[in-house]
Structures are given as C-alpha cells and as structure tokens.
C-alpha cells in the first residue's frame, strides 16, 4: 500500500490515533498505553504545580518530547482569555506551537463555547499558534475556524467522556466534503467501532482519552483503538460496496446442478 | 516579602530570584512554567528576575489531560 499519512503545520503523521493522557491510575499506565495505541501525537493539561508537595515525577518524565508531538490543551477554560493565556503557558514550556483549543460553554455539557473559540483563535493564529479547535458538529463553525487559519478542526462524535459515539454522521459528513484541512474527531468515541465508523467516513484522525483510560483494561482497549482506527482507514482507501435493499448471490449461477 | 505564589499566601526571604524560588519549593525549572503578574517569566531569565512584595506567580507545568 502506498504511505498513507495527514499533515499538521508541515508534519506528517502516520497514525490517526490521537490520545489523551488523563484518568489513568499512574504515569507507568499513562505510558503504556500511548505506547501500545502507536500514536504520535498527544493531548496534555496544563496546571498550577502544587506547591506544598511538589511532585517529584512529572508527566514528560514519561512522555520524551522528541518521540511524541506533545498538545497542550486548555480544558477547564471557560473564556477566550483564559484559553489564550493557557496557551501562552504552554508555548512557554517549549514542546512547539499546537494547541488544542477548547474554550468549554457549560460544565454539564462540555459543549464549546463557539464565539469565544472563534475569538480565541483569530488570537492564537495571529500569535503563530497551530491552533487545532475542538467545535461542535457544525460545518458553519468548521467553516468559520478554518477560514481564520485553524490548522485542523476538531469536531465532537458526542460530549466529552460520554462514550456516545458519532451523534450526527450526517454533519460530520457535511464537514468532510468542505474542509481543506484535516478533520479531527474529537471526543465522544466508546469503543473501536465508534473509531472505525470514523475513519470509514474518511475523517483524518480521532482524539480519545476516556474511551482508553476508563476501560477495565486500558491498555487492551489502547491496542482495540488502534486496531479499529487501521481498519476504518483501510476500509475507506479500500471503498466498501454500496448498500442495496435485495440480496445478490456471492456464488455462481452458472453450472448450477437443479 | 510576601508573595501569592497557585493562589497561596507565602513568606518567603527579600529579593530572591525566580531560579532561587524554585530552589526554596524544590521545582525543577525544566518542567514548568513561571508567570509573574500575568506576564510570562522566559527561563532564561529566571536567574536574574528578583520577585518583589507582592507579587503574584503562578507555577504551572503539564498534566495528564484529553
């Protein structure tokens, strides 16, 4: 098969597995798992250290920077301020310019809060940020995000940690058909089915945390998501058949014996 | 001198520096991230950056997160 690979800012990717690294019991877990899921790029917070008992371990004491594309997020960050001031942080740290940015609307939903994702990242993309959006399945938002520079867009399957899977295949769809740059699902997915229903669609990568880190055995469920990421990709570049209503015989009629 | 330093009050010795800080709460500069009054503290600098009464830091570093 020819290389098969999506580009952000110039870099090329090879696996479509993007994965978080929360909720997982240490950082030995956390490490195995990106191993075993094969991903290149991964999603970090950033966080006030805790100054009365500072950890000696720290998360990129597990996670080289030269082996992975490390992006920060700005969870937890309710307006375009905060979002742009946590990126600032996190360029600081000096693991490049991604960001995956995420400015959330309501704490019930998780759902984003489009017009100060819209702010945030005219901001960001003017400060040399590789702004990666996490946004509603909204082609018009999609639209709107690529247009101001966004190196990807990050549309939800379903809320954040849900386990839902892809809610609205149609808008997705919608969203494929005029993006210039890669599509991104981002959050919602449960299980490898959700990842390769993605990939079949011809979305360019899935970002998943909860969906690994909260199985019973996330280090198998790291190894099922990249399984099912493969085989949605080469069920995509294969080209499935067309549904049809009536059956059609896989055997010969031909030398029939009746 | 007095410093809020994640949002805590903290006394700590006139006139250190932000490399001299971090020492006193054994943080590896490496790993973090030093804003001063919503300005960012660039790591080269650290060593010569003196902290005055009052001021505010905000230490941060990255965590597990999706």
């Known amino acids: ?258 | 001198m007095k410093l809020k330093i994640n949002g805590e009050e903290r006394e700590i010795a006139d006139g250190l520096t932000v490399t001299a800080l971090l020492e006193e709460l054994k943080i590896r500069p490496a790993r973090v991230v030093v804003e001063r009054n919503r300005e960012i503290v660039a790591r080269e600098v650290y060593g010569i950056t003196r902290l005055a009464d009052g001021d505010m830091l905000e230490i941060v570093h990255f965590v597990g997160g999706g």
């Open chain 1, 1 to 258: 098969m020819m290389e098969d690979f999506f580009e952000i800012a110039g870099n090329k990717y090879r696996s479509r597995l993007i994965v978080g690294t929360g909720k997982y019991k240490d950082f030995a877990e956390t490490k195995r798992a990106i191993e075993v899921s094969g991903a290149e790029i991964v999603t970090v917070a950033v966080r006030r250290v805790n100054i009365t008992d500072p950890n000696k371990e720290n998360l990129l004491d597990y996670l080289d920077p030269k082996k992975y594309t490390i992006l920060p997020n700005t969870a937890g960050c309710y307006t375009a301020e905060d979002a742009v001031r946590t990126c600032r942080l996190a360029r600081e740290a000096g693991v490049g310019k991604l960001v995956k940015l995420e400015v959330i609307g309501d704490d019930r939903t998780l759902f984003p809060d489009v017009p100060a994702t819209i702010e945030a990242a005219k901001i960001l993309v003017q400060e040399g940020f590789v702004v990666l959006p996490y946004i509603n399945d909204d082609p018009i938002t999609a639209k709107r995000l690529e247009e101001i520079g966004c190196a990807a867009v990050m549309p939800l399957a379903a809320p954040i940690g849900s386990g839902l899977g892809i809610r609205n295949p149609y808008n997705i769809r919608i969203i494929l058909e005029q993006a210039k740059v890669p599509v991104i699902v981002d959050a919602g997915v449960g299980t490898a089915s959700d990842a390769a229903m993605a990939m079949e669609m011809g979305c360019h990568a899935v970002l998943m945390n909860t969906a690994i880190a909260g199985a019973k055995d996330p280090i198998l469920m790291a190894e099922a998501m990249r399984l099912g990421i493969e085989a949605g990709r080469k069920a995509y570049l294969a080209g499935r058949i067309a549904k049809k209503l009536y059956a059609t015989a896989s055997s010969p009629l031909d030398g029939l014996l009746i």
